[in-house]
């Protein structure tokens, strides 16, 4: 079935530093792409989202590039702060299940 | 507009007592999921509803596990009887059939803690 890999945390950052948090896919044919972040003793929430190839998800600063060439959807943001400090998980359908997860990227920015 | 809710947020009790997790999807959705979350797994879907019938239970770890959704509105997670290993954050989580495009939300969680 389908998958998706990303990177290994946890990613710590300076407020305003640049991130990049990777994630590359598996899939059979072209699924929808889906980033989502979970808050201290929260659940998941959708970050963004990208329905088709070459599609850019936004949301609160975070961007993220469907791209079929290099199989990848990597998270990005330009200028993080402390508020951003979360897990991130990047997420795809596959088969029957409606959406299989990654194993999470943990971030944490620093003032 | 309430989100979906799950109770109680935090339970601790002993092994081999039975643990009942309840959710309340989001009105209008008819897709529901349970997923357990740890350290070593992540997060793992155990079993979901579409329109209150079991799609896919292939997750459930288990017999000591077992799910139902007795109407669009309230589902439960029960374990019969709890082990220390069941120790985890349980999901709930909702979305409208039909669609993949279709995001999931997510209850904030029980923590549960079996001693």
């Known amino acids: 079935g389908n998958s998706v890999t990303q990177m290994e945390g946890p990613v710590t950052l300076s407020e305003e530093a640049f991130l990049t948090i990777n994630c590359t896919y598996t899939?059979?044919?072209?699924?929808?792409l889906f980033w989502y972040v979970q808050y201290p003793g929260e659940g998941l929430q959708l970050l963004l989202k990208?329905?088709?190839?070459?599609d850019k998800g936004s949301n609160k600063g975070f961007e993220a590039t469907y791209r079929k060439e290099t199989t990848s959807f990597h998270l990005e943001k330009g200028s993080v702060q402390v508020s951003d400090s979360a897990v991130y998980f990047c997420a795809l359908p596959s088969g029957n299940t409606p959406l299989v997860f990654g194993k999470g990227t943990r971030l944490s920015v620093i003032a | 507009d309430a989100g979906v809710i799950q109770s109680p947020r935090h339970e601790v009790t002993e092994m081999g007592q039975e643990v009942t997790l309840r959710c309340k999807p989001i009105s209008g959705h008819n897709s529901l999921f349970w997923y357990r979350q740890t350290m070593m797994r992540g997060l793992e879907l155990l079993i979901y509803f579409n329109n209150n019938v079991p799609i896919d239970d292939s997750g459930m770890p288990e017999d000591r596990f077992s799910a139902k959704m007795p109407n669009a509105s309230f589902s439960t997670l029960k374990i019969q009887p709890s082990e220390p290993r069941d120790s985890a954050v349980y999901f709930c989580?909702?979305?409208?059939?039909?669609?993949?495009?279709?995001?999931?939300?997510f209850g904030d969680g029980t923590r549960l803690s079996i001693l």
């Open positions: 899939a059979t044919g072209y699924p929808s």
């Open positions: 989580a909702s979305s409208l059939a039909g669609s993949r495009n279709q995001p999931q939300h």
């Open positions: 990208a329905t088709k190839a070459d």
